[in-house]
């Protein structure tokens, strides 16, 4: 127990003040709500390395998000009639930021959701994605660095 809650201390300590905009994935490719399932898991757009993607509702605005194992719950029979709307996580159930906000304050709600990412909203529009992998790997990257430097700063002594 002790342990993870080291890991946490660090990684508030590493990611400090850094805003979401500087994790977030701009722009994330989305998936029109009512796209059919048979659609979102047979078209080539879908093809990527994402398992997840945002949901927009008909104004352009997020209304949830769906993972492609979600999609692929939906029997073989009823993807042609089902929409994604209908298999997705409503909006309400996952973690929005501003892109400003600090990134700290967004790690709980992250790691709380079964979701593990968050959509990043700019006066109610998608602008970004925010992932565990996202902040995974910039907190590899700022250990590396901080690992890097405290060598280079005894080096000069």
């Known amino acids: ?3 993870a809650e080291e890991g946490q201390a660090k990684l508030r300590e590493l990611l400090g003040t850094m805003p979401v905009r500087q994790v977030m994935t701009p722009d994330p490719i989305t998936v029109a709500a009512a796209t059919t399932v048979r659609e979102f898991l047979s078209g080539p757009p879908w093809r990527y390395r994402h398992s997840a993607f945002p949901v927009i509702g008909p104004d352009g605005r997020p209304v949830g998000a769906v993972s492609i194992n979600q999609a692929g719950q939906n029997s073989l029979a009823e993807r042609g009639s089902t929409t994604v709307a209908a298999m997705m996580a409503p909006i309400e159930d996952i973690p929005t930021a501003a892109p400003d906000d600090p990134l700290v304050h967004l790690l709980p709600a992250i ?27 910039v907190s590899t990257w700022l250990a590396s660095a901080s690992t890097a430097g405290s060598g280079r700063a005894q080096d000069a002594c």
Do not use: N, Q
Request: charged residues 25%; positive net charge.
């Open 1 to 3: 127990m002790a342990t």
């Open 111 to 137: 790691e709380a959701r079964p979701v593990r990412r968050a959509l990043v909203l700019a006066e109610g529009r998608l602008v970004g994605i925010v992932t565990h992998s996202d902040v995974s790997r």
